[in-house]
């Protein structure tokens, strides 16, 4: 799987857009970006993954640049609930590498 | 609701005394995946279970073992449990072919003495 980096923390203002960059400049063909999030001590949820075309669901919205080194996760209006460790995972899809490896993630702390 | 349920959610305990910490999931998965999670070390994979009757070791296997009886159910057992096991553990599950998308259950902090 290839390597990802994110910043360690990030804040945004409640109601305002979150967005939260990952790099994965060493990222092959074959392999999406995933999203995951942590809310204090709480079971990481899954909120997105794409390949190479932008994505977008009830959750976020997955922006993958053209080259796919880098992508940014974009919470539209974000809210107090929303503050969590937020994980970038790249990984080949349905690989053989079943477990899931958790980056140091980003910590958004949203602010009233 | 679809769901992956772990039991108990808090459990403090002595050096050496048997424990079990229970999960299941209603969404007919046929992985299923066991994590610790430490602080500064993420999370780490104790087993997983590609289906009934099927364990493997994951990174962290030691001092731990598990079952898989039913689908349904994928029970982590510590037989002698020692303060190093002291740490937040995850059970996970998802379809076999998509283990890229795996539910979480909430969680089970445990704290052994």
């Known amino acids: 799987d290839a390597k990802t980096t994110q910043p360690t923390s990030m804040d945004c203002a409640e109601g305002r857009a979150a967005n939260l960059p990952c790099n994965h400049s060493?990222?092959?063909?074959?392999?999406?970006v995933y999203w995951y999030r942590q809310i204090h001590s709480q079971g990481p949820q899954y909120i997105i993954h794409?390949?190479?075309n932008n994505e977008t669901n009830e959750m976020a919205s997955l922006i993958i640049t053209e080259d796919r080194k880098s992508s940014t996760l974009i919470l539209p209006h974000a809210t107090l609930r929303d503050t969590a460790v937020y994980y970038c995972?790249?990984?080949?899809?349905?690989?053989?590498?079943?477990?899931?490896?958790f980056g140091t993630g980003t910590l958004l702390a949203v602010q009233p | 609701e679809a769901q992956v349920t772990q039991n108990p959610r808090y459990l403090i305990t002595v050096t050496g005394k048997k424990l079990t910490v229970t999960c299941s999931q209603n969404?007919?998965?046929?992985?299923m995946s066991w994590y610790r999670q430490d602080p500064g070390l993420g999370l780490r994979q104790i087993y997983y279970?590609?289906?009934?009757?099927?364990?493997d070791k994951g990174d962290v296997p030691e001092g731990y073992k598990v079952s898989r009886k039913e689908k349904r159910n994928f029970p982590l057992i510590l037989e002698s449990p020692s303060p190093n096991q002291t740490s937040l553990y995850f059970c996970?599950?998802?379809?076999?072919?998509?283990?890229?998308?795996?539910?979480f259950g909430p969680g089970t902090r445990l704290t052994v003495l």
């Open positions: 996970a599950s998802s379809l076999l072919t998509s283990t890229d998308t795996q539910y």
């Open positions: 060493t990222i092959s063909g074959n392999e999406y």
């Open positions: 794409g390949l190479k």
């Open positions: 995972i790249v990984r080949v899809h349905g690989g053989a590498t079943n477990k899931l490896i």
């Open positions: 969404m007919n998965h046929e992985y």
């Open positions: 279970s590609m289906n009934v009757e099927v364990t």
